[in-house]
């Protein structure tokens, strides 16, 4: 059974840290990829961030770039870095499976808020 | 970057009525437009793919249609479940993957 299960967020002021984890399970990170993508309060669904681990690709959203950071690890675990945070970085967080079509967001994890502020 | 514009912004219907909802894209994306539904406290769920094709669990009373930059969604008899956010996807032209900014679908 495919699942992503989120971990991690929570308040942090603006300049500081967080980091998120992504645990997959019913299928491998070699064989599919992780995004990030977030929902600001009271707004729409914004793409993040991207990661293939046999592709070696890496993408980010502009919003994020230079500031957040994306790796995995054996355990079949992704994590999203996210660093000088700012308090328009405040959103849910969710963690979604690539479909095997690309670009597609197929098994979405149950999301964690993320609250920038001071 | 593809930028998707989603009509209306709110749509207020009842159940039993046919609901159509748009999203049009700043240029051509073939045929890689994606749906998906949010409810509030919920995950989305991806509905529809490349234009016409319903995800496992998507009820067949959701349907699509369009190609290049004018996208349908058309849900042909609204169920008190299906009153929820709705947002297009494109997967065309990455990085970035782009959304619409959603219709909300009410009573």
């Known amino acids: 059974q495919v699942k992503v299960v989120q971990s991690g967020g929570g308040v942090v002021r603006p300049g500081g840290s967080l980091r998120l984890s992504c645990a997959a399970s019913?299928?491998?990170?070699?064989?599919?990829?992780i995004h990030w993508v977030r929902q600001a309060p009271g707004k729409g669904l914004e793409w993040v961030a991207f990661?293939?681990?046999?592709?070696?690709?890496k993408f980010f959203g502009d919003s994020v770039k230079g500031r957040f950071t994306i790796s995995g690890d054996n355990s079949n675990t992704v994590y999203l870095q996210m660093d000088r945070l700012r308090p328009e970085d405040t959103a849910v967080y969710y963690c979604?499976?690539?479909?095997?079509?690309?670009?597609?967001?197929?098994?979405w994890g149950q999301g964690t808020p993320v609250t920038v502020s001071s | 970057e593809v930028l998707l514009t989603q009509s209306p912004d709110t749509l207020s219907l009842s159940p039993g009525q046919r609901a159509t909802l748009s999203c049009r894209a700043s240029q051509g994306v073939g045929k890689y437009l994606a749906w998906y539904q949010v409810k509030p406290g919920q995950a989305p769920r991806l509905l529809i793919y490349d234009v016409s094709n319903r995800a496992t669990g998507t009820p067949a009373r959701f349907s699509g249609s369009g190609f290049g930059t004018d996208f349908t969604l058309t849900i042909s008899s609204l169920e008190p479940e299906d009153f929820a956010v709705y947002y297009c996807q494109q997967r065309d032209v990455w990085p970035p993957w782009t959304f619409g900014q959603g219709t909300r679908v009410e009573i």
């Open positions: 979604v499976k690539d479909n095997e079509l690309g670009g597609l967001f197929d098994f």
């Open positions: 019913g299928f491998s990170l070699n064989d599919f990829g």
């Open positions: 990661i293939r681990y046999n592709k070696d690709f």
